[in-house]
């Protein structure tokens, strides 16, 4: 049910861009308004939500720990999976950024039986969410890149290279971008692991599948824009340049596809800043992550920690001594001795 709340809100979405300015000619909201406003909302909304969070006091070190930790000289200690300095973290950080290592790590839970017949937990390596997500997150940023011929002129060398390298099997044309397969591949692999894996759609609530869907619903149209309706790509540019100037103009051959297209992406910006796609600003600032694990190197203080002087064991019984003997409670040093050492 929630995957079907979410599909209908990215194809009511879809339909609403598609009637605005197909039918209703209203390209000036879809074309101008919407799209300074998505942008706007971006930028704002994130900026905010990494302040919040970059304010929000951190008392404790609790960076997860995935290897051993440094000890006595003669250990080997996992440099990365446990770093005790401001480096290694960053390196740390770096790496789970480029290659998703915690994600490599996954497993799943099976329960099989012991050779008594009882049951038992047994715990497997599971790689496809992990290639997935891999295969989705680089194939976006591919095309995240590709697309920004449409708003530089001159198109910038580095993005020339990343089309071409993108298209280079030469399949058909317009050439086929192995981004665009590649995309899909890992969407719709990461959407039937919500769909048919019983435990997995036990946890997925419709904003998960809205995210899906939407992004889902962005390539789509983009495939069918290049492949099938071939839109006046010249149009398109000459229109996003425009927006870029801050001088608007809307070419009469854009297609209604493109501001379907146009809508739902606007939609995404929109939706990011508060939806479970902050994890891409939220990583940097995940305590688990971005703290080295140095509680015994460092003495670490939470400074919510009402100010207490210390009382040692020693103070505390110059303190009552006479009374702890009086009472027949046992004393380190008897009142005499402590009186000659004053
Ligand atoms: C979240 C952002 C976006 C995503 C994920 C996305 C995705 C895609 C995909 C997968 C395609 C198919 C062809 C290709 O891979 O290049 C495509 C095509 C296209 N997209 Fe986007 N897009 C995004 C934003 C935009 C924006 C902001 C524009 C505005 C100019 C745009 C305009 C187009 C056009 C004109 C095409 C057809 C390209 C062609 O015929 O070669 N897209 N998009």
Request: charged share 15%; with cysteine.
């Amino acid at each position: 049910m929630n995957a079907l709340y979410g599909l209908f809100l990215v194809c009511a979405l879809a339909l609403v861009a598609l009637m605005g300015v197909g039918g209703a000619g209203l390209t000036g909201l879809f074309g101008i308004a919407i799209p300074y406003v998505a942008v706007a909302v971006f930028i704002v909304g994130f900026a905010m939500k990494i302040f919040d969070w970059a304010k929000s006091p951190v008392p404790f070190r609790i960076p997860t720990t995935a290897g051993q930790q440094k000890s006595l000289d003669w250990i080997p200690y996992n440099r990365f999976d446990n770093p005790v300095n401001n480096r290694d973290t960053v390196v740390r950080m770096i790496l789970e950024v480029v290659t998703f290592r915690s994600l490599f790590r996954n497993t799943s839970a099976h329960l099989g039986k012991n050779p008594q017949g009882g049951p038992q937990v047994a715990y497997f390596s599971e790689k496809w969410l992990w290639l997935a997500a891999i295969l989705f997150h680089y194939s976006f940023l591919t095309i995240l890149i590709r697309h920004m011929r449409f708003f530089t002129e001159p198109v910038p060398w580095l993005f020339q290279k990343l089309d071409w390298a993108d298209s280079v099997l030469q399949i058909g044309q317009p050439a086929l971008y192995q981004t665009d397969l590649l995309i899909m591949a890992g969407l719709l692999w990461l959407l039937a692991r919500r769909i048919f894996y019983p435990r997995i759609r036990y946890l997925s609530n419709a904003a998960d599948y809205f995210a899906l869907f939407l992004i889902l619903g962005i390539v789509i149209s983009g495939i069918y824009m290049r492949y099938v309706a071939h839109v006046d790509i010249v149009a398109i540019k000459q229109y996003s340049m425009s927006l870029v100037m801050f001088s608007p103009t809307i070419p009469e051959t854009i297609s209604p596809a493109f501001f379907v297209h146009f809508f739902l992406v606007c939609v995404l910006l929109i939706y990011f800043p508060f939806s479970k796609l902050m994890h891409l600003g939220g990583v940097f600032l995940s305590p688990t992550r971005n703290l080295p694990n140095d509680t015994r190197i460092n003495h670490h203080e939470n400074p919510w920690n009402p100010k207490i002087k210390p009382h040692s064991y020693e103070a505390y019984e110059d303190d009552f001594r006479e009374a702890m003997v009086e009472a027949g409670l046992p004393v380190v040093k008897q009142p005499d001795e402590a009186g000659a050492e004053k």
